[in-house]
């Protein structure tokens, strides 16, 4: 079936550092991609989405592309801040009678000064 | 634009006991969904709304939990009998349109504990 899979966490990094978290995918046809982040305490909150093959999404400097021959979705920052300390969890969507989404473990960073 | 509203945030209760979640999605969001949350792990779906109607409850385990949006809105999961692995964080989330590939909007969501 379906599937997300994320690297596990946590990453800790200094301020300033450039984040990677992996993401693959494992879906038939053409799923959506999205990286949602859960502050602590928060709900879910989508920060970038991808709907079809070499899509960028961008959001508060966090950047994804979406990769059809590798099946991945990585999330990218160039400099992380204390305040991106979170959880981060990828995602996909398709249209399989209805919109579901599936979503991986989750990936929790954290962020120091 | 009003966000997703949860209630109960937080609710302790005795294995074996009853309990009842409400949402309320976002104003002419058609879709909503209940997610379940466990310590360490990804949202997992429990049941999928389109209006008033069910489109996928087959991860719902259907001797304990129920769940009903009546006229469209608000929403209802309930637990009866509750189980000590019932313990997690449960997301209420709507998207938009009717067939379209949108975004979910989530809740802040309640977080069980069963002892």
């Known amino acids: 079936g379906d599937s997300v899979t994320q690297m596990e966490g946590p990453v800790t990094l200094s301020e300033e550092a450039f984040l990677t978290i992996n993401c693959t995918y494992t879906?038939?046809?053409?799923?959506?991609l999205f990286w949602y982040v859960q502050y602590p305490g928060e709900g879910l909150q989508l920060l970038l989405k991808?709907?079809?093959?070499?899509d960028k999404g961008s959001n508060k400097g966090f950047e994804a592309t979406y990769r059809k021959e590798t099946t991945s979705f990585h999330l990218e920052k160039g400099s992380v801040q204390v305040s991106d300390s979170a959880v981060y969890f990828c995602?996909?969507?398709?249209?399989?009678?209805?919109?579901?989404?599936?979503f991986g473990t989750g990936t929790r960073l954290k962020v120091l000064a | 634009e009003a966000g997703v509203a949860q209630s109960p945030r937080y609710k302790i209760i005795e294995k074996r006991q009853s309990v009842a979640f409400w949402c309320n999605p976002i104003s002419g969001h058609a879709t909503l969904y209940w997610y379940q949350q466990i310590l360490g792990q990804g949202p997992k779906l429990l049941i999928q709304?389109?209006?008033?109607?069910?489109?996928?409850d087959s991860q719902l385990p259907k001797d304990r939990f129920s769940a009903e949006r009546l006229k469209g809105v608000d929403s209802t999961l309930k637990i009866q009998p509750a189980k000590l692995e019932d313990s997690a964080v449960y997301l209420c989330?709507?998207?938009?349109?009717?067939?379209?590939?949108?975004?979910?909007?989530f809740g802040q969501g309640t977080r069980l504990t069963v002892v």
């Open positions: 709304f389109q209006n008033n109607g069910v489109v996928d």
């Open positions: 879906a038939t046809g053409y799923p959506s």
């Open positions: 995602a996909l969507s398709k249209p399989s009678g209805t919109y579901k989404y599936i």
């Open positions: 991808a709907t079809k093959a070499d």
């Open positions: 989330a709507s998207s938009p349109r009717e067939g379209e590939n949108t975004e979910a909007f």
